[in-house]
């Protein structure tokens, strides 16, 4: 017996239609490998969407490759993740719950101040199966808190809970902020505990429990995720826990990072275009970060870099971190609103000059533009009267109303 363990598909997740595409790609290929390799089941421990209302084209495709698992008398055993969860019971898994696709295994007996989880058992292997979702914020925790853990761990056989959570003890380093709980809180006496939420790869047989899992994302789901990771993929695992990390690598990842600092824009962007090589038909990232010693961020010709790698599959430009000298941070003292202001922009009159603007001229004419941005719709106000009034503000804060009216 064999079975296949997923999580954090968050299909769906990408704006960028491409990798919206291959995200979706990822599940097909997955899916196609579980019943090439005969799995007995397929488990999926949370965030098999990016949100519990997913489009209706994205729960046709998935509803689509998940009819290929049934075909085959594979089930599919998931719990909600803290994306695909909702407070408010209204989620997509249910659609493909109801139309046989899928089973959500949260089994849920609410007993005086306790819960308690009954087992779901899969026919064709004898395996059973139990599991709590998981909430944002980590909410979910109080569940834990109150879960009556006897028949959990008294029940026979081969055993496996399935948690969408972070485990405190084995957080990686650079997500020890993230919400998490400490492995006490799970029930113990199972022989597999197939994790998700957390977008690593780890694995550890912990005394008491048995082998913990997370195989981290299925498809890699922001920018930092494709620099460090490239690719994702899943467990598939046996009845003697030997395990099998199968990576899904669809199309490469090549990333390039550059630093500003001590450069002119002109000076970074042929920095740029003179590194970026071997990117064609490859995800391509780009992130530039530091202090440009002269000019502004947008002086940096990115859509001449951006020209330049037509041919890749696509390109993410991270420039968050890309600073200059002239916009430099200010340590302002602590103070009233008004104060705090004021001295902003009194520190920056002198690197923005307007024509024909005496300082004391322009220092007015922020603050006058600061308090038309202010302004709120009336409550019996409509939009476009609204509008009309702002524009009619700003135009005589600027006095431009005759250059307006041609």
């Avoid at 001590?262 to 490859?282: A, R």
């Avoid at 002269?294 to 390109?315: A, C, Q, W, Y």
Wanted: charged residues 35%; contains cysteine.
């Amino acid at each position: 017996m064999k079975f296949a363990h997923l999580a954090d598909c968050h299909i769906g997740g990408w704006r960028e239609e491409k990798l919206k595409e291959l995200g979706i790609e990822s599940f097909r290929n997955t899916i196609d490998i579980c019943i090439k390799e005969n799995v007995g089941f397929v488990i999926i421990s949370g965030d098999l969407f990016n949100t519990s209302l997913p489009s209706i084209e994205t729960l046709k495709e998935v509803a689509s490759i998940l009819e290929k698992l049934r075909s085959k008398d594979i089930a599919v055993y998931l719990v909600p993740g803290s994306h695909d969860f909702s407070a408010s019971g209204k989620t997509m898994l249910d659609v493909l719950e109801k139309a046989g696709l899928c089973k959500n295994i949260v089994n849920i007996e609410e007993i005086d101040d306790k819960i308690k989880l009954k087992f779901i058992t899969d026919d064709k292997t004898n395996v059973k199966l139990a599991g709590l979702f998981g909430k944002k914020g980590g909410l979910e925790k109080s569940y834990y808190e109150i879960l009556d853990k006897k028949n959990l761990e008294e029940e026979s056989g081969f055993k496996i809970f399935l948690f969408h959570t972070g485990l405190t003890e084995f957080m990686p380093k650079n997500m020890e902020e993230v919400d998490s709980q400490p492995v006490s809180l799970l029930p113990k006496n199972f022989d597999y505990y197939a994790g998700g939420h957390i977008h690593y790869i780890f694995d550890k047989k912990e005394d008491d429990y048995g082998l913990i899992a997370f195989p981290g994302p299925l498809f890699p789901n922001n920018f930092k995720e494709l620099e460090e990771l490239k690719n994702g993929g899943f467990y598939i695992v046996n009845d003697k826990l030997e395990m099998n990390y199968i990576p899904i690598k669809l199309k490469e990842v090549i990333s390039f990072k550059f630093n500003a600092d001590d450069k002119t824009p002109d000076e970074l962007e042929k920095e740029i275009i003179s590194s970026i090589k071997d990117f064609e038909d490859k995800i391509v990232t780009l992130r530039v970060e530091g202090v440009l010693k002269s000019g502004k961020p947008n002086d940096v010709n990115f859509k001449e870099i951006l020209s330049r790698l037509e041919n890749s599959f696509v390109v993410l430009k991270n420039t968050n971190k890309l600073t200059t000298k002239e916009f430099e941070e200010l340590e302002v003292e602590t103070g009233n609103i008004e104060e705090i202001e004021d001295k902003i922009i009194k520190s920056h009159l002198s690197q923005i000059k307007v024509k024909d603007f005496t300082e004391d001229k322009e220092e007015k004419l922020v603050h006058d533009l600061l308090e038309q941005f202010g302004l709120e719709k009336d409550e019996n106000e409509k939009n476009a009267d609204f509008e009309d009034r702002l524009t009619d503000s700003i135009i005589k804060s600027l006095n431009i109303k005759e250059i307006w009216e041609k």
